[in-house]
C-alpha cells in the first residue's frame, strides 16, 4: 500500500509580507519574514472558496489518473464548503465518481493528513477497498483580518489530494497519535462582531509543539522498531520557520534529510503535508525504498505521525 499520486492547488491571489506592511506600517517587515520563514502566500481570490479549490485539485488528479475503482473519498478540512449534508458526498457527485464508494468528512487541522492516511489505509485494509482520494483543504484566511500581526501572515489556502492504493511494496504505518483538548482554546475559531475570526496563543501552542512532538517522534521510532539513522526524509507539517528550525535542531536532522517548502506557499494547515510530498517528490528528494516520516502537529491541540515507505 502507498500514496501512488498526489496533485494540490493554491489560492490564485498572492499576498506578500511587503502588501501586509504598505497597510500595518507599524509591521517590522524583516523581523517577521526571519520568525515565520514566508514572504508570500496564496489567498483566495473574489471567485474562489474551499469547494473550488478541491474541485480544481481533485480534477487535475483524476485527469491523469481516471476515475476508474475509485471506491473512497476522505475529505479532511476545518474550514469545509458543506457541513450538512457532508462536503465529501457532494465532492463524489461533482465529480462524477462511482457511487458505489464510501465518502466522508474528517474535521481535523495541522495534523489532518496523517489522520487521513490512518483511516483511508485502515479501511483499505479491513474493506478491501481499492483507491481512496484524501483531500485536504483549508482555507483560514477567510477567519484572519489583515492587521493580525500574529496570524495573516502565516496561514494560507490551498487543497491537495492524494491517492492511496493497495498496490505495491510500500507501506504506510504505523501510526503514533498525541491529543491535548484542554489547550482546545489556544487556536481556535471565536466570535467577533457577528464574525468568525481566528484566534491563536502561538507561544503556547509554539511551547506545545516543542514538549510533545518529540514525544511522538520517539512513540513512532519505537513503533516502527526504527532508529533515527533508518528514516530517509523527515516531512514535518509546515507551521512557521522558528517552529521548525527548533524541532529540527532538538531533534538532530541533518540538512539532507529535511524538507521545507514554506518561504512563498506558507502554512496551509492540512494540505502542507501533501503539497510538502508532492513537491520532495518533484524535487527528487522523495524516492523509492524510503522510509520517510510525517509528523502533523498544531490546532487541537494534537499531534499525529507515521512512517511510510515509499
Not at 507599524?26 to 489567498?43: A, E, F, V, Y
Not at 473574489?46 to 485527469?63: C, Q
Not at 487521513?116 to 483549508?138: E, P, R, T
Amino acid at each position: 500500500m502507498q500514496i501512488t499520486d498526489i496533485e494540490y492547488v493554491l489560492g490564485n491571489k498572492i499576498e506578500s509580507l511587503e502588501d501586509l506592511g504598505k497597510i500595518n506600517p507599524d509591521w517590522l517587515i524583516n523581523k517577521l519574514k526571519d520568525k515565520t520563514g514566508i514572504h508570500s502566500r496564496h489567498i483566495l481570490d473574489e471567485n474562489e472558496n474551499e469547494k473550488s479549490l478541491v474541485i480544481d485539485a481533485s480534477k487535475k488528479l483524476i485527469s491523469r489518473i481516471g476515475s476508474k475503482n475509485i471506491d473512497g473519498i476522505i475529505h479532511v478540512s476545518q474550514s469545509p464548503f458543506s457541513r450538512l449534508p457532508t462536503s465529501a458526498c457532494l465532492i463524489q457527485d461533482i465529480l462524477g465518481l462511482p457511487k458505489n464508494m464510501m465518502a466522508f468528512d474528517l474535521i481535523q487541522g495541522c495534523s489532518g493528513f496523517v489522520y487521513g492516511l490512518s483511516a483511508a489505509s485502515s479501511m483499505i485494509y479491513q474493506q478491501g477497498l481499492k483507491k481512496v482520494l484524501v483531500i485536504c483543504a483549508d482555507t483560514y484566511t477567510k477567519y484572519i483580518a489583515k492587521d493580525d500581526r500574529t496570524n495573516r501572515p502565516i496561514f494560507s489556502d490551498g487543497a491537495a489530494v492524494a491517492l492511496i492504493e493497495n498496490k505495491g511494496k510500500g507501506s504506510i504505518g504505523p501510526f503514533a497519535f498525541f491529543t491535548d483538548g484542554s489547550g482546545g482554546n489556544l487556536l481556535a475559531l471565536e466570535s467577533y462582531k457577528g464574525e468568525e475570526k481566528l484566534f491563536m496563543d502561538g507561544q503556547k501552542v509554539f511551547k506545545f509543539s516543542l514538549r510533545e512532538v518529540p514525544k511522538v517522534f520517539n512513540e513512532l521510532l519505537h513503533k516502527a522498531d526504527l532508529e533515527q539513522s533508518e528514516i530517509d526524509l523527515f516531512i514535518f507539517h509546515q507551521a512557521s520557520a522558528v517552529i521548525l528550525r527548533q524541532l529540527k535542531a532538538k531533534l538532530n536532522i541533518p540538512d539532507e534529510k529535511w524538507f521545507q517548502n514554506i518561504k512563498n506557499i506558507g502554512n496551509t494547515v492540512s494540505a502542507t503535508i501533501p503539497i510538502a510530498i508532492k513537491q520532495s517528490i518533484d524535487s527528487g528528494l522523495y524516492k523509492p525504498n524510503m522510509n520517510i516520516m510525517l509528523m502533523g502537529f498544531g490546532v487541537g491541540l494534537s499531534v499525529a505521525g507515521c512512517i511510510i515507505r515509499s
